[in-house]
C-alpha cells in the first residue's frame, strides 16, 4: 500500500508543481490561518487526507449498519421483536449497547472529517490543491504555463480525465460494496479506498487545470485573449 501510495503521491506532486498558487486564501474555519507554520510535507498531508476520507466512510458504513439494528427496537414493529428476542431487561440492554456503538462511531466519523478538512485546507495553503480562482489567475500572471495543446486536443484529455474520475468513483462504490457483503475486512477497505481516493483527486486536478487553461484561451474574459471556440 506504502508503495501505491508513493507512486501516486509522486504523480500528484509533478502535476500540482507547476500550478502551484501562493496567493491563497485563509482556512480559520478549520483553525488554519495563512501565517501558521505547515510542518507536514506535501505527501504526508495527502496521505492524512485520503485516510481520513476512507476512515469516515468506514465509519459512516457501521454507523448506518447499528441504525438498521436499532430500527427493531425502535420501529413500529419493536413490540413482537422484543418480545422474540426474549425479556424487557435482555432487550433494553441489547438497545443501550446499540445506542452507544451509535454515538462511538458518529464521533469517530465526525472526527475523520474534522482531520479530512485540516488536511485540505494545508494542502490549498501550499498550493497543492488550487481551486479554478487561484489556477486562472497562475496562467494570467505566467505562474502557470498552458500545455500548448490545440482546443480539440484540450476537450478531448479533458474526457478522457473526467472518465478517469467516474471510474475511480466506481472503484470506491465497489469497495464500499465489497465491505458490506464482508468480502474485505477493515485494513483492505481503508488502504484500497484511500488508494482510490488519490487517483480520484489527481485526475479531478488535472481535468480542473485543463478546465481552467480552455476558459483563460478560449473565453471571452478579460483575464485570458479569447482566441478561439467556447468549452461546450
Known amino acids: 500500500m506504502k508503495r501505491l501510495l508513493c507512486v501516486i503521491f509522486s504523480a500528484l506532486m509533478v502535476a500540482g508543481s507547476a500550478s502551484s498558487v501562493y496567493a491563497l486564501p485563509r482556512y480559520e474555519e478549520v483553525g488554519i ?22 476512515y469516515k466512510k468506514l465509519y459512516e458504513m457501521q454507523e448506518k449498519a447499528v ?8 420501529g413500529p414493529s419493536a413490540a413482537a421483536y422484543l418480545y422474540q428476542s426474549g425479556t424487557a431487561s435482555q432487550a433494553y440492554a441489547q438497545w443501550s449497547e446499540l445506542k452507544s456503538q451509535e454515538s462511538a462511531l458518529k464521533l469517530k466519523k465526525e472526527q475523520y472529517e474534522w482531520q479530512k478538512k485540516q488536511a485540505e485546507a494545508s494542502l490549498k495553503l501550499l498550493g497543492e490543491k488550487p481551486g479554478k480562482a487561484e489556477l486562472q489567475y497562475a496562467l494570467y500572471t505566467g505562474t502557470l504555463t ?87
Request: glycine share 4%; hydrophobic share 35%.
Open 33 to 54: 490561518e495563512e501565517s501558521q507554520t505547515i510542518t507536514a510535507s506535501s505527501s504526508e498531508l495527502w496521505t492524512q487526507f485520503a485516510e481520513a476520507e476512507a
Open 67 to 74: 441504525k438498521e439494528q436499532l430500527r427493531l427496537y425502535e
Open 146 to 232: 498552458p500545455s500548448g495543446l490545440a482546443y480539440d486536443a484540450l476537450l478531448a484529455k479533458r474526457y478522457s480525465l473526467q472518465m478517469q474520475e467516474e471510474q475511480n468513483e466506481l472503484e470506491k462504490k465497489n469497495l464500499e460494496y465489497q465491505y458490506q457483503l464482508g468480502q474485505i475486512d477493515d485494513s483492505s477497505f481503508i488502504s484500497g479506498f484511500a488508494a482510490a481516493v488519490l487517483k480520484k483527486e489527481e485526475s479531478k486536478q488535472q481535468r480542473e487545470q485543463i478546465d481552467a487553461e480552455i476558459e483563460y484561451l478560449y473565453s471571452p474574459s478579460p483575464a485570458g485573449p479569447a482566441a478561439g471556440p467556447l468549452l461546450p
